[in-house]
């Protein structure tokens, strides 16, 4: 990476060694999650920010894993007892728990993170009773209602200040088109856990049941569901573009690299087709490695001269 992993904690003013072990702990865990990504951050992010990403993307991965993980009464009682130490520990700025204390670290830097902490928790009930989606419209609130507060507890950090409502549409757009390809990307996965994340209206309009999903049925119909659903998330993801334009300069080129990848990923599971239904579609190496360079090449201009490597 650019910066060593201690360089970029002193850049961010974390000095503390608990706290510094914090955001560590924070950052392999990240790392696991999603590798593309995490490098993407480490490459083509200053150094003061990286921390705080790295803090917020640990909390809403924690979050989401504590409303996935067990049967549903183990889940729902996990998720009450999490939203309480959460919601203590913005009450009282103190907490013991790994992942809230580099949290709370952050709000001090960006105090707005409270409030979006508090309307992600109020979204989480979304997630925790997933019951498929019955219409498009559905599909929408769960956006609305969850996804979208999931993605500002990160874009928030690159938000410039100015043109707040532009900026959620912005954000709003991409993660419409982020949430969708998820879904269809990860739709053998989320069969096999027993969630159907798409439309039961999309599939009736292309004549497709579940179990013509659940089985990995070659046909017309659910080649055109997927086909479909993932020309919408292109769709929105396209339209989300004006995000970069949105942020910041310093932080554009990681932006304009997340959407690339996400473009790809689009052109990868388009390439598998049904194929989805047995596993997730990947980008190239080289296509993503491509990707990276041009967002360190714009990096490294913006750091040269604070244009916005356009």
């Known amino acids: 990476m650019t910066d060593t992993w201690n360089h970029v904690l002193d850049s961010a003013g974390i000095h503390d060694p608990r706290l510094r072990e914090d ?68 009450e009282t700025g103190l907490s013991d728990h790994p992942v809230l204390r580099p949290l709370l670290h952050t709000m001090t830097i960006h105090p707005w993170l409270a409030g979006q902490v508090e309307e992600f928790l109020a979204g989480a009930a979304a997630d925790l009773d997933f019951a498929g989606f019955a219409a498009e419209a559905d599909y929408q609130e769960y956006v609305d209602v969850y996804a979208l507060p999931a993605f500002m507890l990160v874009a928030g950090l690159f938000a410039p200040g100015t043109d707040k409502a532009g900026f959620r549409a912005a954000c709003r757009s991409h993660i419409d088109g982020s949430q969708r390809l998820d879904f269809v990307n990860d739709i053998a996965e989320d069969l096999a856990g027993g969630r159907l994340t798409l439309p039961a209206t999309a599939l009736k309009r292309h004549d497709v049941s579940r179990a013509d999903l659940e089985e990995a049925r070659d046909t017309p119909g659910t080649a055109a569901l997927l086909r479909d659903q993932l020309a919408q998330a292109r769709a929105d993801l396209l339209a989300g573009r004006r995000l970069a334009g949105l942020t910041a300069p310093a932080h554009r080129p990681f932006v304009q690299a997340l959407i690339a990848l996400e473009l790809l990923t689009v052109e990868a599971a388009a390439r598998k087709g049904t194929a989805l239904l047995r596993g997730s579609a990947r980008p190239s190496v080289p296509a993503s490695l491509r990707v990276l360079a041009r967002g360190l090449v714009r990096t490294r201009r913006i750091s040269r001269t604070g244009r916005t490597g356009r």
């Not at 924070?26 to 083509?44: E, G, K, P, T």
């Not at 990286?50 to 889940?75: K, Q, Y």
Request: net charge positive.
């Open 23 to 90: 955001y560590t702990r924070q950052r392999a865990l990240v790392a696991r999650y999603r590798r593309h990504a995490y490098v993407a951050v480490r490459l083509l992010l200053p150094g003061p920010v990286i921390p705080h990403v790295i803090a917020t993307t640990a909390f809403m991965h924690h979050t989401d894993t504590v409303l996935d993980e067990g049967a549903l009464p183990d889940r729902v009682a996990a998720s009450r007892t999490w939203g309480a130490a959460v919601r203590d520990a913005l």
